[in-house]
């Protein structure tokens, strides 16, 4: 028991704060952004899987997340197709499309990897945005009312659960992954890839799945916000969307799923909390950004918690 | 058919060249310190964009252009030293997000400073076009070709020829090996900023009469620069150039036979198909991991 406790630690404290934030959303704007901050920690969350634990970044996440959201919104406004089906359709189409392209570029190192995703997120944006008798082009979309059984989602306290349900699964996935085999191949990919390969890691597939597995991750929470939006455009998966899915990422910190979540929530709130010096906004968030990397470059959680462990061991 | 093929290729020249002086930004930015600078095209936005300020407040354009330029040069000399020497043992990821940071900080003034107008200046020699073989052709683009050409020329011969160009280089090479020989990599650094801010401020304000510029219009231009550095092999400023010119070439070409809408895209293509085949670019040399 106490084993299970300890091992679900982090999962736990997440499902007590999200069961006791309500006491704290005052009306229906409130929970719309504690919404998209959930959905966004669910993208952040796998992408740190990619980023955190297999050393690989991507620039062009916000394209998988777009495609979810367009699966979703396709299928279910002009092929009438039931929600769970369309989601589970879109996660993966995703997925496949996901893997075909990660094979050839996971090769690819560093800045080559950065180009090579940025490019993915760049072509499926354009072609979103182009072909409009199917997407509605830059006027965008809409998805049919979340429903399930029978019941549909329509207020924002029940899309509150479901988001924070949606959250709990990911990062419960995210976390079983990395105790796994496949967790501890990853971080020796991360430490030093060579190595890893001499000692019989397959490192392509390795980075391939993990690919895989992020963009699915990223293209579920798309189909939930397109079912949650009024619309959904193009503007969604541009590339200025994956980069603050990584700055979420990184913010919080590397390798560090609650971090994921800290970072998605924290980078969600800014802007409204922004909101009042408009002009200013964009400088203050590229200041926050270098800030951050500068005087923290693992990230706000791994950070404070080096800090805490110092103060407890002296 | 040949009138509107010259026609492309002129088009797809004018926007090379642009795309090279950015590529050969970035190129000499990650040389001296392997950093990729996201902010570059934001340097070709202050170039152009405060060269229409200086001009409407009554400074002739030769005056204002100098002082725009030197004003992006600061730009990138501040940008080296609060930002990108301090996090010097940062990794990749680390010095993407301080860069791209950066480039929406620097977004942010000017959308603040000059609002988010779409600007533009006269051309330097006038709007009657000239004929070649049946195609026309804007001076402003021989400017643009002109003055592009002449940069890199100049940058070449800085690189093999001065003592200063040397040491970067040389820094290039092994940054250790040359500390130990007496080059301060501090400077070459900031230089190298500098340098970079230069080739995007005069590519901007030759381009600005064509493209026109606004507070958001370095996004694109930035990447397409990044593209084309990619594309010749980082830290390689031959391949740079022809990244440049392939690219500029390649879209107009895809614009005006198969589809305007596409034409982007297919750039990110041929990009994605060249890194596949060669993970280091055209002329990239082959990376060996170090143990």
């Not at chain 1, 980023?51 to 996440?61: K, M, N, P, R």
Request: glycine letters at 12%; proline letters at 3%; a positive charge.
């Amino acid at each position: 028991m106490n084993a299970i406790l300890q091992r679900h630690r982090g999962l736990i404290i997440l499902a007590a704060l999200i069961a006791l934030l309500p006491l704290a959303l005052r009306n229906d704007y409130h929970y719309d952004v504690a919404i998209n901050a959930g959905l966004n920690a669910i993208v952040v969350v796998g992408l740190n899987l990619l980023i955190g634990y297999a050393g690989q970044i991507s620039l062009g996440h916000a394209a998988f997340f777009g495609l979810g959201a367009y699966a979703s919104a396709i299928l279910t406004s002009t092929y009438g197709w039931p929600v769970l089906g369309a989601m589970a359709m879109g996660t993966v189409i995703v997925g496949i499309l996901a893997y075909v392209i990660a094979r050839p570029i996971l090769r690819l190192k560093g800045h080559y990897l950065a180009m090579a995703t940025l490019g993915i997120g760049v072509i499926i944006s354009i072609v979103l945005n182009t072909e409009a008798q199917v997407t509605g082009g830059p006027d965008g979309m809409s998805a049919a009312p979340f429903t399930i059984l029978g019941y549909t989602f329509a207020s924002e306290q029940s899309w509150y659960w479901l988001v924070g349900g949606s959250l709990l699964l990911a990062v419960w996935l995210a976390s079983n992954l990395i105790d796994s085999p496949i967790g501890r191949a990853l971080r020796a990919l991360h430490g030093a890839e060579v190595g890893a390969r001499v000692v019989g890691i397959d490192t392509t597939s390795y980075k391939v799945l993990i690919f895989v597995v992020s963009a699915m991750f990223a293209s579920f929470a798309g189909s939930l916000f397109a079912h949650h939006t009024p619309t959904v455009t193009p503007s969604i998966l541009g590339f200025t969307k994956s980069v603050e899915f990584v700055v979420m990422a990184v913010f919080g910190g590397m390798a560090s799923t609650m971090g994921s979540v800290l970072g998605a929530v924290i980078m969600t709130l800014l802007p409204n909390a922004l909101a009042a010096f408009e002009d200013f906004e964009p400088i203050i968030l590229g200041g926050i950004m270098m800030g951050t990397m500068i005087f923290m470059p693992k990230g706000l959680v791994p950070t404070i918690a080096k800090k805490l462990r110092r103060k407890e061991a002296p | 058919m040949i009138e509107s093929m010259i026609q492309y290729m002129l088009a797809g020249l004018t926007s090379g060249a642009i795309y090279a002086l950015v590529g050969l930004g970035f190129s000499i930015i990650y040389n001296a310190s392997h950093v990729i600078n996201f902010a570059q095209g934001e340097f070709i936005v202050i170039g152009g964009i405060s060269t229409v300020a200086l001009l409407a407040a009554g400074v002739p354009l030769p005056l204002a252009i100098v002082l725009a330029t030197l004003v992006t040069m600061l730009v990138g000399l501040a940008l080296a030293k609060f930002a990108i020497q301090p996090a010097r043992d940062a990794d990749v990821v680390a010095l993407i997000i301080i860069t791209i940071g950066a480039s929406i900080f620097l977004r942010g003034v000017v959308q603040l400073v000059f609002g988010k107008d779409i600007h533009s200046l006269p051309a330097f020699s006038g709007e009657t076009p000239l004929n070649l073989m049946g195609a026309t052709l804007m001076p402003q683009s021989l400017w643009v070709m002109g003055v592009s050409s002449a940069l890199i020329v100049v940058i070449a011969w800085f690189f093999n020829a001065t003592l200063a160009g040397k040491a970067m280089l040389a820094t290039a090479y092994n940054a250790l090996a040359a500390r130990l020989m007496g080059v301060n990599t501090k400077w070459v650094l900031l230089s190298s900023f500098a340098l970079s801010a230069l080739l995007g401020a005069v590519g901007g304000i030759v381009v600005t009469p064509i493209t026109f510029v606004s507070y958001e219009s370095g996004i694109m231009l930035g990447l397409k620069g990044f593209s084309a550095a990619v594309l010749g092999g980082l830290g390689n400023g031959i391949g740079a150039v022809a990244g440049g010119l392939i690219l500029g070439i390649v879209e107009a070409l895809s614009a005006g036979y198969l589809s305007s809408a596409y034409k982007d895209a297919i750039a990110f293509i041929i990009i994605l198909v060249v890194l596949v085949l060669r993970p280091n670019g055209l002329f990239g040399k082959k990376g060996i991991d170090r143990v």
